[in-house]
């Protein structure tokens, strides 16, 4: 159920009743409503068979239908057109050999036999180039004998006989013997030549034009194949497609659809899915997450009342706590000074006068009275890390050093301390806490010196997005398994008589550091003296600088 305003209501999330089935009862029904379906790879298995078989299909009768083209072709170009050509060749070879005997007849000079014997040769390449082109066609390999028989026989009877008559008289043939019976008998001899070369060109021509129909049906047949598959294979991705969408896409879409009305906050939104089994299974998936939510969101809202109940308490104690601080400053503060003045003056006027456990007694109360002081201006301190936040500034930790190091200039002095540093950077921060930060671990080393004069070394160095500091000192060390209880605030690893302070100068530096977005950290692989770790942010300009 949902409100007007189309937020889930959060009274209904997570309820269960006789009246509404569990979140696993709901599930276990959709999945006996879309059992059985195929699912999504045997879909696609399919197209990919379909498809696969119209290719096979296609493939056979296309390329049959190109092999009879290419067959068609290579008989009409390869086999006709180059056999017709030597045909006719071989004609005017024929014609040179007759050409060249009745010249020299006529004029009985031996160089007008040179087409003769030319055509002798040219006719032999003509044949040796026609017989393996006729090599399929009976027909005309006889049409050729004929026509080689012919030519023979008009040499033997005319041809031949005229050149030795021309040679033995030493001139042309001229008047009766031009027109004697030789001479007719040739003519009718090369007439009989030409008939059986005529016969053999007609035979050719025929088998061309055969050939060329046979061409000319094969490129009909293969241009019809191929739109045929054309259209078959616009059809056949067009089922494919609508299949697909209709299988795959739309349910998919009603799934997104679904998911993007949970996802908006719609939680009782109940979803359907359908499509493949695998897709029907993610929506069953969705679906139980859909139903975790629920339940989830509610113990979460349970959560949220009483952390919003906590958080009441806690912004009231906070409250109580600045209430504490300012009495602590003002209120406490006053009648401390008060009692810290008088027992000075008595110290200073009764001092001797009186019996030693009564100076003792005074000494005591002084003491008492200014360790209250620092207490309490220690703990304001601390508190106040955080609250009072000023604009943050680019500031330069080396002078920040510089000026921890002035503040403690009588300590400093007192026990012969030194100091090392070096290249420090430029950071973001609150000048006076971080001025802080070093005089607290300047502090820290003079008071826990060893036997020589305190050596303090500075150094840092670039850790990705930080500055790391190290801050290491020869003083007496600390063990490592006091590492954390050091940060503790008033947690005091000695006697106060032996190392006077109040315990909470770490824990300065580490709220002070934290407050920054660093962190800071002993080192407990150090064996002689001390060295504490800290990181600060780097400033942006640092960050690409660096890159």
Same mark, same amino acid.
């Given at each position: 159920?949902?409100?007007?305003?189309?937020?889930?209501?959060?009274?209904?999330?997570?309820?269960? +009743?006789?009246?509404?089935?569990?979140?696993?009862?709901?599930?276990?029904?959709?999945?006996?409503?879309?059992?059985?379906?195929?699912?999504?790879?045997?879909?696609?298995? %399919?197209?990919?068979?379909?498809?696969?078989?119209?290719? #096979?299909?296609?493939?056979?009768?296309?390329?049959?239908?190109?092999?009879?083209?290419?067959?068609?072709?290579?008989?009409?170009?390869?086999?006709?057109?180059?056999?017709?050509?030597?045909?006719?060749?071989?004609?005017?070879?024929?014609?040179?050999?007759?050409?060249?005997?009745?010249?020299?007849?006529?004029?009985?000079?031996?160089?007008?036999?040179?087409?003769?014997?030319?055509?002798?040769?040219?006719?032999?390449?003509?044949?040796?180039?026609?017989?393996?082109? @006729?090599?399929?066609?009976?027909?005309?390999?006889?049409?050729? +004998? !004929? %026509?080689?028989?012919?030519?023979?026989?008009?040499?033997?009877?005319?041809? !031949?006989?005229?050149?030795?008559?021309?040679?033995?008289?030493?001139?042309?043939?001229?008047?009766?013997?031009?027109?004697?019976?030789?001479?007719? *008998?040739?003519?009718?001899?090369?007439?009989?030549?030409?008939?059986?070369?005529?016969?053999?060109?007609?035979?050719?021509?025929? *088998?061309?034009?055969?050939?060329?129909?046979?061409?000319?049906?094969?490129?009909? #047949?293969? *241009?019809?194949? =191929?739109? /045929?598959?054309?259209?078959?294979?616009?059809?056949?991705? =067009?089922?494919?497609?609508?299949?697909?969408?209709?299988?795959?896409?739309?349910?998919?879409?009603?799934?997104?659809?679904?998911?993007?009305?949970?996802?908006?906050?719609?939680?009782?939104?109940?979803?359907?899915?359908?499509?493949?089994?695998?897709?029907?299974?993610?929506?069953?998936? %969705?679906?139980?997450?859909?139903?975790?939510?629920?339940?989830?969101?509610?113990?979460?809202?349970?959560?949220?009342?009483?952390?919003?109940?906590?958080?009441?308490?806690?912004?009231?104690?906070?409250?109580?706590?600045?209430?504490?601080?300012?009495?602590?400053?003002?209120? @406490?503060?006053?009648?401390?000074?008060?009692?810290?003045?008088?027992? *000075?003056?008595?110290?200073?006027?009764?001092?001797?006068?009186?019996?030693?456990?009564?100076?003792?007694?005074?000494?005591?109360?002084?003491?008492?009275?200014?360790?209250?002081?620092?207490?309490?201006?220690?703990?304001?301190?601390?508190?106040?890390?955080?609250?009072?936040? !000023?604009?943050?500034?680019?500031?330069?930790?080396?002078?920040?050093?510089?000026?921890?190091?002035?503040?403690?200039?009588?300590?400093?002095?007192?026990?012969?301390?030194?100091?090392?540093?070096?290249?420090?950077?430029?950071?973001?921060?609150?000048?006076?806490? =971080?001025?802080?930060?070093?005089?607290?671990?300047?502090?820290?080393?003079?008071?826990?010196?060893?036997?020589?004069?305190?050596?303090?070394?500075?150094?840092?160095?670039?850790?990705?997005?930080?500055?790391?500091?190290?801050?290491?000192?020869?003083?007496?060390?600390?063990?490592?398994?006091?590492?954390?209880?050091?940060?503790?605030?008033?947690?005091?690893?000695?006697?106060?008589?032996?190392?006077?302070?109040?315990?909470?100068?770490?824990?300065? /530096?580490?709220?002070?550091?934290?407050?920054? +977005?660093?962190?800071?950290?002993?080192?407990?692989?150090?064996?002689?003296?001390?060295?504490?770790?800290?990181? #600060?942010?780097?400033?942006?300009?640092?960050?690409?600088?660096?890159?």
């Amino acid at each position: 159920m949902r409100r007007s305003d189309g937020t889930a209501r959060s009274g209904g999330l997570g309820r269960s +009743g006789p009246d509404r089935p569990t979140a696993a009862e709901r599930a276990s029904a959709m999945a006996a409503r879309f059992s059985g379906g195929w699912p999504f790879g045997r879909v696609i298995g %399919v197209g990919v068979l379909i498809v696969g078989l119209f290719s #096979l299909l296609a493939i056979g009768v296309g390329g049959t239908a190109l092999a009879d083209l290419t067959t068609a072709r290579e008989q009409v170009v390869n086999t006709l057109d180059p056999a017709a050509f030597h045909a006719s060749q071989l004609e005017v070879e024929l014609l040179n050999q007759e050409t060249g005997v009745r010249g020299y007849a006529l004029s009985a000079q031996p160089s007008f036999l040179n087409p003769y014997f030319a055509g002798l040769i040219g006719q032999r390449r003509q044949v040796a180039a026609l017989r393996p082109l @006729l090599a399929g066609m009976p027909a005309a390999q006889a049409d050729l +004998g !004929q %026509v080689l028989q012919r030519a023979a026989n008009w040499r033997i009877t005319y041809a !031949q006989p005229t050149i030795n008559q021309v040679k033995a008289k030493g001139k042309p043939l001229t008047g009766a013997s031009l027109a004697g019976p030789s001479v007719n *008998q040739g003519t009718v001899v090369f007439d009989r030549i030409r008939g059986a070369l005529g016969h053999l060109q007609n035979n050719l021509a025929v *088998q061309r034009k055969h050939a060329a129909g046979t061409l000319q049906d094969a490129a009909s #047949l293969l *241009q019809a194949t =191929l739109i /045929v598959i054309a259209i078959a294979l616009v059809v056949t991705v =067009l089922v494919l497609g609508f299949g697909l969408w209709r299988s795959a896409i739309l349910p998919l879409r009603r799934l997104a659809s679904d998911a993007r009305q949970v996802a908006e906050g719609d939680f009782e939104h109940q979803m359907e899915p359908g499509g493949p089994a695998e897709m029907r299974a993610l929506g069953l998936d %969705v679906n139980r997450m859909r139903e975790r939510i629920l339940a989830e969101l509610s113990a979460l809202q349970a959560t949220l009342a009483a952390l919003e109940a906590r958080t009441e308490d806690l912004q009231r104690s906070n409250s109580e706590l600045e209430q504490f601080a300012y009495v602590a400053s003002h209120d @406490l503060q006053e009648p401390l000074r008060k009692v810290a003045s008088f027992c *000075q003056l008595l110290q200073r006027r009764y001092a001797g006068r009186l019996d030693a456990k009564a100076d003792e007694y005074i000494e005591h109360a002084v003491d008492g009275a200014k360790r209250m002081q620092a207490l309490i201006n220690d703990l304001l301190a601390f508190s106040r890390v955080g609250r009072t936040a !000023q604009r943050r500034e680019p500031v330069s930790c080396a002078v920040l050093l510089a000026h921890a190091w002035a503040n403690l200039a009588a300590d400093v002095r007192r026990t012969q301390a030194t100091i090392e540093v070096g290249e420090l950077p430029v950071v973001l921060g609150e000048a006076s806490l =971080l001025t802080a930060v070093f005089q607290n671990l300047i502090n820290n080393a003079l008071k826990f010196r060893a036997d020589e004069p305190p050596r303090v070394t500075v150094s840092v160095r670039r850790d990705g997005e930080f500055w790391l500091f190290s801050f290491s000192d020869n003083g007496i060390g600390i063990e490592p398994e006091y590492a954390e209880r050091i940060f503790v605030i008033f947690q005091r690893l000695h006697d106060k008589a032996a190392y006077p302070g109040t315990g909470i100068g770490l824990a300065m /530096v580490k709220k002070i550091i934290e407050y920054h +977005g660093g962190r800071v950290w002993l080192d407990t692989t150090i064996t002689a003296g001390a060295r504490f770790w800290f990181t #600060l942010p780097a400033l942006p300009e640092d960050e690409h600088a660096s890159d």
